[in-house]
């Protein structure tokens, strides 16, 4: 089978296809034939900034072939998505199935990459806010795979008004159309009228002014895997506060909580309330195209892989 890969760290141009054997599934876990990979932010910053190359895994949609000893619950066969945390750049992959979940039927796997990961990312952090009705949210990165789901589960969720927070002013059309009632860019000096929460998966520079768009009593849900510092002193001011939130945490330890993040989201779709967006497709040997499009924050929706 086909498989990309790096050795070095490097960026895009590291990225390598391979010929290997087909993997054998192991205890508890799940042979996918792959139909579609989510491409995400953190993978693509290890292979540009991490210490050492690692198996690109994430998130993947596609069809059972074979399980593991001691699987119950998924036969050959079966259409499931979920995380994977071994070599998911593929045309086969294993899926253990404590990360898996069933594509429903009507759902494309391209659907599933785009929807499930990155709907759990965004509606896990939108609950770590603990948000009231009527409460003002502000999205940063909010054109990204997570952010444009993020603005319609806030919505959802019953927020009154919703802010998306973009880089580039030419991404205000989209983000608009997912419900945002207002763009702010980066750069600018003020994100207008403070707001109630906001959820961040940019980090960095861009905490302070975050933490800055609050009102007082605010909340920051920082998820981003691009680091960062907040000045306690600027939480002291106004009561605010600052909250970390990783999916993973939640998935290992809640596994019915997750469970029920992923029946909702799939809920929500199925009831047309939840619209995920592919920006773009690219075949399996132009991962690093794709790796090169999320880089430079050209993305407007989900990056799929298409083995």
Not at 68 to 89: I, K, M, N, Q
Not at 175 to 204: H, K, N
């Amino acid at each position: 089978m086909r498989r990309i890969r790096y050795e070095h760290i490097g960026g895009p141009g590291a990225l390598f296809q391979e010929e290997v054997p087909v993997p054998e599934p192991g205890a508890g876990e799940l042979l996918v034939r792959i139909e579609a990979i989510g491409v995400t932010l953190p993978v693509v910053r290890k292979v540009r900034e991490g210490t050492r190359p690692i198996p690109l895994g994430g998130e993947l949609a596609g069809e059972v072939v074979r399980v593991g000893e001691g699987v119950s619950g998924y036969a050959p066969g079966d259409r499931v998505t979920g995380l994977c945390f071994g070599h998911g750049y593929a045309e086969y992959a294993l899926l253990h199935t404590a990360m898996a979940s069933p594509v429903p039927a009507g759902a494309t796997a391209k659907d599933a990459v785009t929807l499930v990961r990155s709907g759990v990312v965004a509606l896990g952090a939108l609950e770590a806010a603990r948000p009231e009705k009527d409460e003002s949210v502000l999205v940063t990165a909010a054109a990204s795979g997570v952010g444009h789901l993020a603005l319609q589960l806030a919505r959802l969720r019953g927020a009154s008004r919703v802010v998306a927070a973009v880089g580039n002013p030419a991404k205000a059309d989209f983000v608009r159309s997912f419900g945002a009632d207002a763009v702010v860019t980066y750069g600018q000096g003020g994100w207008g009228e403070p707001v109630d929460i906001v959820l961040d998966a940019v980090g960095g520079e861009l905490l302070t002014p975050a933490v800055k768009a609050l009102a007082p009593g605010g909340r920051l849900v920082a998820y981003s895997s691009g680091g960062g510092t907040i000045e306690a002193y600027d939480l002291l001011v106004g009561g605010k506060s600052a909250i970390g939130f990783q999916v993973a945490i939640v998935a290992r330890t809640q596994p019915q909580r997750y469970a029920g993040w992923i029946e909702e989201l799939w809920r929500l779709f199925g009831e047309g309330a939840l619209r995920p967006a592919v920006h773009a497709e690219f075949a399996l040997a132009d991962a690093a195209r794709a790796h090169a499009t999320i880089e430079g924050r050209a993305n407007q929706g989900k990056v799929v892989l298409v083995p």
